[in-house]
């Protein structure tokens, strides 16, 4: 890449159809030369070397004549070559696929054993269009981008579906299952029904009242839970306990329960004998309880007569 603007070689795609009508069409011989002059190419490759040198020195100009010659002449060298890794495969008779496939690889020769070969990249050449194959850790950053991206929204989904209530628990309701039927039943009934009178308040949309009503739910559950979390190790007792203060009392015991003190009946009117008077006795009763009570321990004082001389009281004048 010559500059930090230009997008990756992974995602261009180059063509260059007057290139390739000079060279007369795209077959074994041309697809070397017709590869190095797109962006994927190095000129520091054992390839540029190669062409520079049969091109200034005319006794090399047959390695470049055909592809085996011009290959024969890489695998004697050492360094970074581009090859031809795979031809187009024929689907029928004089049918190909058209699928041109190069490595970018670096050649190192060891003495005595087979040429070390460690591949970079790979290109296809589909056509004009060169493209390059993505790397392995590409493939799998892309498909883990894919998958998070689905289950990020996934999830929210997911939970707006999903629905609480005391009654039933947890309920899931799937956005698309109700069938499209009902919307074209109700659009045909709607045409032939006439529009009801503008009224002063409109009412509140359904869903708008569905949600308070799921709120208030939730949030009635929510105060239960609360409640049982609190008091839910209380029970009542399995022996009451009878009685007034002072004097409870276990029913388990075998003791009677006190009743409390009744008031004494008024008199008035008897549901058999009608009204009820008061009588002689209970009218002495009420004289004797106004008398006050004598004390046995105080006596009684006597009455004296006064004496004025000894005579006779004057009568008035």
Same mark, same amino acid.
């Given at each position: ?111 005595? =054993? ?73 659009? =045909? ?129």
């Amino acid at each position: 890449m010559d500059s930090p603007n230009e997008p990756p070689l992974d995602e261009i795609q180059w063509r260059s159809p007057q290139i390739l009508a000079g060279m007369g069409g795209l077959h074994s011989n041309t697809i070397l030369f017709y590869f190095a002059e797109s962006p994927f190419f190095e000129r520091t490759s054992n390839n540029a070397v190669v062409m520079s040198q049969a091109m200034s020195n005319m006794s090399m100009y047959h390695f470049i004549q055909t592809r085996e010659a011009f290959e024969g002449r890489l695998k004697t060298m050492s360094g970074l070559e581009f090859t031809v890794a795979e031809e187009p495969a024929e689907s029928g008779p004089g049918m190909g696929t058209g699928v041109w496939v190069i490595r970018k690889q670096t050649r190192r020769k060891r003495y005595q =054993e087979d040429d070390e070969i460690v591949v970079h990249s790979t290109y296809f050449v589909v056509g004009e269009n060169i493209y390059m194959a993505p790397t392995l850790a590409d493939i799998l950053a892309s498909r883990i981008m894919t998958i998070s991206s689905a289950i990020a929204k996934a999830l929210p989904a997911a939970e707006a579906a999903r629905k609480w209530r005391p009654s039933l628990g947890h309920v899931y309701n799937l956005p698309g299952s109700q069938p499209a039927t009902t919307t074209t039943r109700n659009l =045909e009934s709607t045409v032939a029904t006439p529009a009801p009178a503008p009224a002063t308040e409109a009412a509140p949309p359904p869903a708008v009242t569905q949600k308070a009503d799921e709120l208030s739910l939730e949030r009635a559950a929510e105060e239960a839970f609360m409640v049982h979390m609190r008091h839910g190790g209380e029970y009542l007792d399995e022996n009451p306990i009878t009685g007034r203060p002072g004097e409870f009392h276990l029913t388990s015991t075998g003791r009677k329960p006190v009743l409390p003190p009744q008031d004494k009946q008024t008199p008035g009117i008897g549901t058999m004998n009608g009204p009820s008077l008061p009588g002689k006795d209970e009218s002495k009763k009420e004289g004797r309880a106004d008398k006050p009570s004598k004390s046995p321990g105080i006596p009684k004082p006597k009455r004296k007569k006064s004496r004025l001389g000894g005579g006779r009281t004057p009568a008035a004048s």
